[in-house]
């Protein structure tokens, strides 16, 4: 739609060609976030067409188990793989004129501009498919739990880190805020799926226990559960099984 529209007006007038430009990034958000919804839809229907199957429909369909506020961690797999899925396409989409470009003939930065072209390309590229994980879900938790504020706080970073793309070639412009964006939606994300600072504080520590050499941490057994209540060693290295 943007190069029909590009391509029927004045190549010369800058002001139209902007707005154009800015209609095709608006409505190219959009519509990604209008194919999100419908694959959330398509999860939903297929739960309800595969009910029988032990383990499929509740993945399939359901954010998060009956009776509980946040996900499950087979449920959170399946959105994050949903998200995975849209940034790859979308890191897909944005490569194909680059690497277009980097065949030739030309030189990057040849007439002044910044030769991080493709450097800063790569980094966007990057931040994009973390960024289409976490709002994966972010936004099916809302649709999930009908907490429409989310599904609009996901649009509105969408747009932001697509608008922030017009400060190019001033790349700190685009990239410093697309980082920013994505600690906050990782964030949320992990907040989201059940995880909590605590959980944070016991995976380093245990990761610096089995650097050190020790079998077990304190107060944290390595079935994962807390003093020692589940399977696995708990502390001082007994079994919890006795």
């Not at 958000?29 to 999860?43: C, D, G, W």
């Not at 470009?101 to 980094?123: C, H, K």
Request: charged share 10%.
């Amino acid at each position: 739609m943007f190069c029909v529209f590009s391509l029927s007006v004045d190549p010369h007038d800058e002001p139209l060609q902007k707005g154009l430009l800015i209609f095709g990034v608006m409505f190219s958000v959009l519509l990604q976030e209008a194919f999100r919804f419908l694959y959330y839809k398509l999860l939903r229907k297929g739960r309800a067409l595969v009910p029988t199957e032990p383990g499929i429909g509740e993945c399939l369909g359901a954010v998060a188990p009956q009776g509980c506020g946040c996900p499950g961690p087979d449920h959170v797999s399946v959105l994050a793989v949903a998200g995975v899925g849209f940034g790859l396409m979308s890191g897909a989409f944005s490569m194909i004129n680059l690497l277009a470009d980097a065949l030739g003939p030309g030189t990057v930065g040849i007439y002044g501009d910044s030769q991080l072209y493709f450097l800063t390309s790569a980094f966007m590229t990057m931040v994009l498919i973390f960024l289409h994980t976490f709002w994966g879900i972010l936004f099916f938790h809302g649709c999930e739990n009908r907490r429409w504020w989310e599904i609009a706080a996901v649009v509105v970073m969408h747009l932001a880190v697509s608008a922030s793309s017009f400060c190019n070639p001033v790349y700190v412009g685009s990239l410093v805020p697309s980082y920013v964006l994505m600690a906050v939606a990782a964030t949320w994300a992990y907040l989201l799926s059940g995880g909590s600072a605590q959980n944070v504080r016991r995976f380093l520590l245990c990761k610096s226990c089995s650097v050190m050499g020790l079998r077990s941490c304190p107060g944290w057994s390595l079935g994962g559960w807390p003093g020692g209540a589940g399977p696995g060693l708990g502390a001082g290295g007994a079994s919890s099984r006795g």
